[in-house]
């Protein structure tokens, strides 16, 4: 199973990236997936999941209303929609494939995540 990560740059407050997360091996469409972030000397945290038939939708407190996440099971790809960035924002940002059927709030758990993309960068000046 491989996860690859992408869309991250250098943005100014306020402004918009997309991120995207190709898998390969498995697929999004059966226990869904996550993304979670980590700035420079702090622990990885939770940003956004979503399920696997795309119901439900988790995310952080302090990207709610700013971040969207989705998914389109035909590419087998999923994306993280990042609007009104703040500098607060700047982390490297994951992408993470869970162990198996995870459950409401475990999916804001990173040990609850068995697969992990190689991150991409995103950084939001000021």
């Known amino acids: 199973v491989q996860l690859q990560a992408s869309g991250g740059g250098l943005v100014q407050a306020g402004g918009s990236l997309r991120l995207t997360c190709a898998a390969s091996g498995r697929t999004f469409s059966t226990n869904g997936m996550g993304w979670f972030r980590q700035a420079p000397g702090k622990e990885r945290e939770f940003v956004a999941a979503i399920s696997g038939g795309r119901i439900t939708t988790y995310y952080a407190d302090s990207v709610k209303g700013r971040f969207t996440i989705s998914i389109i099971n035909a590419k087998n790809a999923a994306y993280l929609q990042m609007n009104s960035l703040k500098p607060e924002d700047t982390a490297v940002y994951y992408c993470?494939?869970?162990?198996?059927?995870?459950?409401?709030?475990?999916?804001?758990?990173?040990?609850?995540?068995?697969?992990w993309g190689q991150g991409t960068l995103v950084t939001v000046s000021s």
């Open positions: 993470a494939l869970p162990r198996g059927s995870v459950v409401g709030q475990k999916r804001k758990a990173p040990d609850e995540y068995e697969y």
